[in-house]
């Protein structure tokens, strides 16, 4: 792949020397990098300012507040896909130097390295050690303004794995009190349009006073501020050494990142991919969905997907004898179905993920350098099914990347198929596998580390050679948006964690929660959610986010809203979401929420009712919706007719206003129309 090379929707990297900073424009995002060590003073989004205040370090040496010196930043290099900016600054005792690297996709590497300082201030390193031993605290600050930083979602989950949590914790509005973390390697900060993460590998050289502490979130007026507690006090290889040129103090290196969303630019289209599951939801014998019947009809199961509005099929992990493996025995058959479902014009993926099998013919040769293992030594996963075989989680970081990205290149020009499914992939799962560089040693323990930089450096690899080949990667994963990894995706898939959404013990939907994770807004890539229950549309479609269904039920929940929103024409509409239609819609039940779309002279209307199944709150079934259509259309227009899309059945308008009904957890789309 040539280094400077820039896959669309991206746009090359421009950069300019200001009189203040070095600035470096990506899509749809700029960064600017100061003389404070090149730490970002403004960071713009969707052309917002989204920083309060520079991105800075802060600490005490001595009983006083750091007071930094010598301030530097300069651009390095830059071409089209990447920009280095280098800068330092100091203070009696040490230094800091930063490292920059900035991507086309608008990942940012900072490696930051505090070192003692011998020049000028440390003539004398008696009295240099001594001031270092006085240090008290050296904290990264990054300070929000609080509009564009209501939201969170970290990871990842305490508990680890997929489990069953209805109000998932790690995602949701951020707490007016703020909230307190052990190291987590992302967290991501913003509000329904946009936001920043911030990343991390590790957290070596970490000494937080608290562990459970290490992160903070701190609310103060109008700002939220993201803390770092690196060092709370003098680090351990300093303390009790005197630096001197044969025996100095090591240097500390802190290295993270930065990428302020959405990544790429923002399609209104949930529609544009269709998706529906074989062999997940619902067992099969084969793969052969082209000749496999549709429950006791004639139509084949390929069929009944096509009629119902499908344009990308999904083979589930059953289209192989081998888990997550790119040679399959039965390559007739597998080409047969691949033909099959081009010449009805529909896209085939099939899936891959997150393993590398016992039945792999590299297992013998590769395993113990390729696997994940824990700090202990020991693998992870071990995933059982048929042919017997366990399948054990494999580490992208490894060699096996090279080898996975040759075999799916192979896979779509031998087979076919138009991209891939992928099951967990994205996931930069914990590693201390030392045979491929993962993990560190630190006080004589062996500590886990999450390869994100590898991770996205494939996943820009996998993209390249995909869309190459005009194909689609669509990624599953559980509550890990970790952006820099999912930039790459056309779609993700969330929700398997949880067992749905639904109102709390005070009958309050968590709206916050939806929007930080599942939406897909907010990162640039659109999100398609994972239940099988039928409720589930109600607080999708207001955020215009879809099911995506299997072969079996829930396809019949889904075929009618997928054909309810294509003949509306919803990918040529503007989306008004229920957070910003007050102005265009008032319902008089605090349950009621709608979204709209809208054209030029039809609205089609989202309107979930998200009151608990056993609410008795007034309006718990039914609301009047009253409608301004001069919000979105002309001056003096007016609505005449509607009707429910779904059913067809018109619905009584009048003066602008009508009476929906509407069960609790439930939906409509009701179409109205100008006079």
Not at 341 to 350: E, L, M
Not at 428 to 441: L, R, V
Not at 476 to 503: F, M, N, R
Not at 645 to 661: C, P, R, Y
Request: net charge negative.
């Amino acid at each position: 792949m040539n280094s400077s090379h820039v896959p669309a929707p991206w746009t090359p990297i421009q950069t300019t020397r200001n009189s203040n900073d070095i600035q470096v424009d990506v899509q749809g995002r700029s960064y600017f990098f100061g003389n404070n060590a090149a730490l970002p003073t403004r960071i713009q989004t969707l052309g917002v300012d989204i920083l309060a205040a520079p991105i800075r370090l802060v600490g005490k040496i001595g009983g006083e507040p750091i007071e930094w010196q010598a301030p530097y930043v300069d651009l390095l290099q830059s071409d089209a896909a990447q920009a280095t900016v280098t800068g330092a600054m100091g203070t009696e005792g040490f230094f800091v130097g930063n490292s920059v690297q900035v991507g086309f996709d608008g990942a940012i590497r900072f490696d930051t390295t505090i070192t003692p300082w011998l020049l000028e201030w440390g003539k004398d390193k008696a009295k240099q050690s001594q001031r270092l031993e006085t240090l008290e605290s050296l904290w990264l600050e990054v300070p929000l303004r609080a509009e564009y930083s209501s939201l969170f979602t970290w990871w990842p989950i305490d508990y680890g794995g997929v489990v069953a949590a209805t109000q998932p914790h790690n995602s949701g509005a951020v707490p007016e009190n703020g909230m307190s973390l052990p190291f987590k390697p992302f967290i991501w900060l913003g509000w329904q349009d946009g936001g920043l993460s911030w990343f991390s590998e590790s957290n070596k050289s970490w000494q937080p006073q608290d562990k459970n502490s290490a992160m903070e979130i701190v609310r103060e007026g109008e700002t939220v501020t993201l803390r770092l507690r690196w060092l709370d006090g003098v680090p351990d290889s300093w303390r009790g050494h005197v630096d001197g040129w044969y025996h100095p103090q090591t240097p500390l290196t802190f290295s993270w990142g930065l990428q302020a969303t959405p990544v790429k630019p923002v399609e209104e289209n949930a529609l544009k991919y269709r998706m529906v599951h074989f062999n997940h939801y619902e067992s099969m014998p084969t793969s052969r969905i082209e000749i496999e019947t549709y429950e006791e009809t004639a139509q084949t199961v390929l069929d009944r997907a096509i009629e119902a509005g499908a344009n990308v099929v999904v083979l589930h992990e059953q289209w192989n004898t081998i888990q997550n493996y790119w040679v399959n025995p039965k390559a007739d058959e597998i080409k047969a179905t691949v033909a099959a479902c081009h010449a009805r014009g529909v896209k085939i993926v099939p899936y891959f993920g997150y393993e590398l099998s016992t039945l792999a013919p590299e297992w013998a040769k590769m395993h113990e350098r390729v696997l994940t293992k824990n700090a202990d030594g020991r693998f992870r996963g071990g995933w059982e099914r048929l042919p017997p075989q366990r399948d054990y989680m494999v580490c992208y970081a490894s060699e096996w990347q090279d080898k996975w990205l040759a075999g799916i290149e192979w896979m779509m020009d031998e087979y076919g198929f138009d991209g891939v499914y992928l099951d967990g992939t994205s996931t930069p799962s914990a590693c201390a596998n030392a045979a491929h560089g993962c993990g560190f040693e630190e006080n004589g323990e062996r500590h886990e580390t999450y390869p994100i930089w590898e991770v996205t450096r494939m996943f820009a690899r996998l993209y390249d050679l995909v869309s190459a080949r005009d194909g689609i990667i669509t990624t599953h994963q559980s509550s890990c948006c970790v952006t820099p990894t999912l930039a790459y995706s056309h779609t993700y898939w969330d929700g398997e964690h949880i067992s749905g959404l639904k109102p709390d013990e005070n009958d309050e939907f968590p709206f916050a929660t939806f929007q930080a994770e599942f939406m897909g807004r907010p990162f640039g890539i659109q999100a398609e959610f994972l239940s099988g229950q039928p409720e589930a549309p109600a607080y999708c479609l207001i955020h215009n986010v879809l099911v995506r269904p299997g072969v079996g039920g829930t396809l019949d929940f889904v075929a009618p809203i997928w054909k309810a929103m294509l003949e509306f024409g919803t990918p040529q509409a503007t989306w008004l979401p229920y957070w910003k239609s007050a102005d265009f819609v008032q319902s008089d039940a605090p349950h009621v929420h709608v979204s709209a779309y809208v054209r030029e002279k039809r609205v089609l209307l989202a309107i979930a009712n998200l009151a608990a199944a056993n609410s008795s709150a007034e309006g718990a079934a039914e609301a009047t919706l009253v409608l301004n259509p001069q919000v979105v259309h002309s001056v003096g227009a007016e609505y005449s007719a509607a009707r429910d899309a779904v059913s067809g059945e018109t619905v009584a308008i009048e003066n602008n206003a009508l009476q929906v009904a509407c069960a609790p957890m439930g939906w409509r789309l009701i179409e109205v129309e100008l006079s």
